[in-house]
């Protein structure tokens, strides 16, 4: 087993160093070629011993606010959050199995929402459990319909 070293040094530099090697001119486009990978996945791409998906999250955040598009963030993650947990879509019927498999991905994507859209991403989270979307129902990006239901732009 490797060390972790990802909060050596300067990891914002390394993070971005590493996202133009590998041709993109922000984290933002390097994680949108990879829609649905979790964040662990794409800070292993970029450096499985010395980046953290803690710190893509960061980045991707920081993008975000700069370009006015924290609600686009918020569905991005719960497009990351919802393909790890549910990689078959969205459970036929929400049993104890399924309903664990539910709060593991809404969970934390509450917990990584920045606070300014955290009352909006818990309403979110209670319209998908009220009114579930179709079975096998599984967002590609975030900028699929039904996500922005119930999470439009609003950033101007």
Do not use: C
């Not at 924290?70 to 990351?80: G, I």
């Not at 549910?86 to 917990?111: H, Q, Y």
């Amino acid at each position: 087993m490797s060390e972790d070293r990802s909060w050596e040094g300067n990891w914002k530099t390394r993070l971005y160093e590493r996202v133009r090697e590998r041709g993109y001119d922000s984290l933002t486009a390097f994680a949108e070629a990879r829609s649905t990978a979790s964040l662990v996945a794409l800070a292993d791409e970029l450096g499985r011993d010395d980046i953290a998906g803690v710190q893509v999250l960061s980045g991707l955040l920081y993008e975000a606010e700069q370009r006015k598009q924290v609600t686009r963030f918020v569905r991005d993650v719960l497009v990351r959050m919802l393909n790890q947990s549910l990689p078959n879509g969205w459970p036929a019927v929400l049993d104890d199995t399924s309903r664990f498999a539910v709060a593991k991905a809404l969970g934390p994507w509450i917990a990584y929402t920045p606070d300014t859209h955290k009352e909006r991403a818990r309403q979110s989270r209670t319209s998908l459990l009220t009114n579930p979307p179709p079975a096998g129902w599984r967002p590609l990006s975030p900028d699929d319909e039904l996500l922005r239901t119930f999470l439009p732009d609003d950033e101007a």
